[in-house]
Structures are given as C-alpha cells and as structure tokens.
C-alpha cells in the first residue's frame, strides 16, 4: 500500500479494552442499578449494583400495588460492586419492582416472575 504525503488518517474513536483478573479491583465512579438475570425469572434472580462512595443502602421490592414485598438490603455499604439474589418462591407470578436508594441516588427497575 503507498500512501502519498497528501494521505491522512483520521480517528474519531477508540476502543479500551482492560485486561485484568477479575472487575472486583475496578474503580467504581457512578451510582448504578443493573437489570436483574435472568429476567424472567423462577424462582430466583441476581441484582447486581455499584456505589461510588460507602453509602447507606436500601434495596427493596415491590408488588405493581406499591405494596412491599421483600427488604433486601438495608445497611451501610462500601463503595464498589455489590449482588444481591432475590429468591421469590413465595410469590405469585407477575410483575416486580425493585428499587436502590443510595445516597441521595434512587434508580427502579421492573422484573417478571414466570412460575
């Protein structure tokens, strides 16, 4: 391939990629709630969520009433990555709604429940 001098190359993005043993050693910058997995689930799901400073924690679920139906968390936690599994054998089928209050972060995600 010749390239003559009036030739440029041009980059507009770049991808990272970081190589490591695991993201537990990962600096965590942001407040985050992830979507629960599986979703939908039976009768247990994963929620996994992030804290960028120790903060005091809520994480709660909720029927499509309002009415609460579990307290998964409810103490003072460090900052970085953190999972909870929420085992819902004890409940009917249907839509869930579960939501982090962190600090003065509060993110809710939906979640369905197949049996």
């Not at 900052?79 to 009917?92: M, S």
Request: net charge negative.
């Amino acid at each position: 391939n010749d390239l003559s001098d009036d030739t440029r190359w041009l980059y507009d993005s770049f991808t990272w990629t970081i190589v490591g043993e695991g993201d537990d050693n990962l600096v965590v910058n942001e407040f985050t709630l992830e979507q629960n997995y599986p979703n939908p689930f039976n009768p247990s799901t994963t929620i996994n969520y992030s804290l960028s400073e120790k903060s005091d924690v809520s994480l709660k679920v909720f029927d499509v009433l309002g009415n609460e139906v579990a307290n998964l968390v409810n103490t003072t936690q460090e900052a970085g990555k953190h999972n909870v599994t929420f085992d819902a054998a004890n409940l009917a089928s249907g839509l869930y709604i579960y939501t982090l209050n962190a600090g003065n972060f509060t993110s809710s995600k939906k979640m369905m429940l197949l049996k």
